[in-house]
C-alpha cells in the first residue's frame, strides 16, 4: 500500500509540474552567426566588441579575452498602438503597457565565426496613473502567459505578439550592423 501511494505521488508530482513548465514556456531566444572567412578569433574579438560599443542603447557588461566571449544589455522603449475592433478595454489600456524592453546580448568568437544570441527579453512597463501592465519575461509562446494581463484576451495575445515582432525588427537592425562592422 504504501508503494502505491508513493507511485500515485510520484505521478500527480510530475504532471502537475509539467503543467507548469508548458504554462511557463521557453524563453524567447534569437540567435544569428556570421561567417568571415579567414579571419582570426583575435580582430573578430577586437571587431565585436566595438560594434557592441558603437550601437545606442547597448551596454557592454562582460567579456573575456580568454574565451572570446562578450556580453551585453540593450534597452528599447515600447510603446503599443493596437486597436482591435469589438474589444472593451479599461481606460487607456494601451498606455499602461507603455515602458522598455531590456535583453541580453551573447556574443561568442569563433576563428572565421562570430555567434550572436539575443535572449533574456524583459518587458517592464513604466508606472503611470492609470497603472502598469508589465508582461515580465518574454517567451516563445504566441499566447501572453495568466496573470500578467488582466485585459480582454485577445488583446492581451495581440499585444504579445506585437511585443515580439518588435523585438524581432531591433535585433534585426543590430544583426544588420554586426554584419557591417564584422565584415
Known amino acids: 500500500m504504501k508503494l502505491v ?36 578569433r583575435e580582430k573578430l574579438f577586437r571587431r565585436a566588441k566595438s560594434w557592441l560599443n558603437g550601437e545606442d542603447d547597448v551596454k557592454l557588461e562582460r567579456w573575456t579575452d580568454v574565451d572570446f566571449k562578450l556580453e551585453a544589455t540593450k534597452t528599447m522603449q515600447y510603446e503599443n498602438s493596437l486597436v482591435l475592433e469589438n474589444i472593451v478595454l479599461s481606460p487607456n489600456a494601451a498606455l499602461r503597457t507603455k515602458g522598455k524592453m531590456t535583453y541580453l546580448i551573447k556574443v561568442t568568437v569563433f576563428d572565421g565565426k562570430v555567434r550572436i544570441e539575443f535572449t533574456n527579453f524583459v518587458h517592464e512597463a513604466f508606472y503611470n496613473r492609470y497603472g502598469q501592465i508589465s508582461f515580465g519575461m518574454i517567451l516563445a509562446n504566441d499566447k501572453a502567459p495568466l496573470g500578467k494581463c488582466f485585459e480582454d484576451t485577445k488583446w492581451c495575445n495581440a499585444v504579445w505578439n506585437d511585443m515580439k515582432v518588435k523585438i524581432g525588427k531591433d535585433c534585426a537592425i543590430l544583426e544588420a550592423d554586426a554584419q557591417k562592422k564584422l565584415d
Do not use: H
Not at 500515485?8 to 552567426?33: H, P, W, Y
Open 5 to 40: 501511494k508513493s507511485i500515485l505521488f510520484i505521478t500527480c508530482f510530475v504532471v502537475f509540474s509539467s503543467n507548469a513548465d508548458a504554462q511557463r514556456g521557453m524563453a524567447m531566444t534569437r540567435v544569428k552567426e556570421i561567417s568571415v572567412p579567414g579571419e582570426s
